[in-house]
């Protein structure tokens, strides 16, 4: 499939007006095609974003109201479910990082609001999230990446174990994480820490852990755990059983949820 990236030059101007909260000016001069076969319909992205825009909207009035991070939540399907399947252009950090300028620099801008710093009342724009920094940072990759671990063909919701767990679970625990790509390490990790009888609730400790600041072994302990076997066993021949017991194994005497009793 043939598809749309910007030039290193239309980077750098997208660059400076987004550092500046500014408009991102056309760029069409600063793009070119690459790949091979049919050319990409951007009216796909087109209708994903607007889609998304009206998810985001409905999450600051009515009902609906919501936390701008729940975002992530009501949309990553979308953004996974719309995309072909071509190895190509996914895998091209570049497709994701003009997909994020062009058509979704508004969205990242309410979504990630960022944080004042230094004495001032200005809020630092993360680059990051457009794909300028850290480049699997960008904001739509990231949510193709939760679809694509969370999906399940056979499944009756087939994105049901994307639909649970906080920011910082899919952010510092399955995107950061390389073992996590292994798809039956990241389904067993999620169900036990959301099982089904808690309906999407923490089963171990999510918070700070530094017992200097009162903290107390959860799941960042149980994610290391997992990191650390990682260097001398292959997850990715374990089957789904054996998935299980490794977590289980490892979340043995980690903090529960309420902060208080521990995992047996």
Request: with cysteine; aromatic share 10%; charged share 25%.
């Amino acid at each position: 499939m043939r598809y749309r990236i910007l030039t290193p030059q239309g980077i750098e101007i997208a660059r400076t007006a987004l550092a500046l909260r500014k408009t991102v000016p056309d760029l069409a001069a600063h793009e070119f095609v690459v790949g091979a076969g049919d050319m990409f319909d951007e009216t796909v992205l087109m209708t994903v974003v607007k889609r998304i825009a009206q998810m985001q909207g409905s999450l600051s009035k009515g009902k609906g109201k919501g936390p701008v991070e729940e975002l992530d939540r009501l949309c990553f399907d979308l953004v996974h479910s719309s995309l072909p399947r071509d190895e190509l252009m996914l895998g091209d950090m570049g497709f994701w990082t003009r997909f994020a300028i062009r058509y979704l620099s508004s969205v990242i801008l309410s979504r990630f609001p960022g944080k004042a710093s230094g004495g001032s009342s200005e809020k630092k724009v993360n680059l990051d999230n457009f794909g300028l920094g850290s480049r699997k940072e960008c904001w739509p990759y990231k949510l193709w990446v939760r679809g694509e671990l969370s999906y399940n063909p056979d499944g009756k919701d087939k994105y049901e174990l994307g639909r649970v767990g906080s920011v910082d679970m899919w952010t510092s625990h399955a995107h950061r994480q390389n073992f996590m790509s292994i798809k039956q390490i990241c389904d067993e990790l999620l169900r036990f820490q959301y099982p089904g009888v808690t309906k999407g609730k923490a089963f171990l400790f999510e918070g700070e852990e530094n017992p200097k600041k009162g903290g107390v072994p959860g799941l960042r302990t149980l994610v290391k755990r997992l990191r650390e076997n990682w260097a001398s066993v292959e997850f990715a021949l374990l089957g789904s059983n054996e998935a299980e017991k490794l977590v289980r194994h490892h979340a043995k005497g980690l903090t529960r949820a309420d902060g208080k009793t521990v995992f047996a």
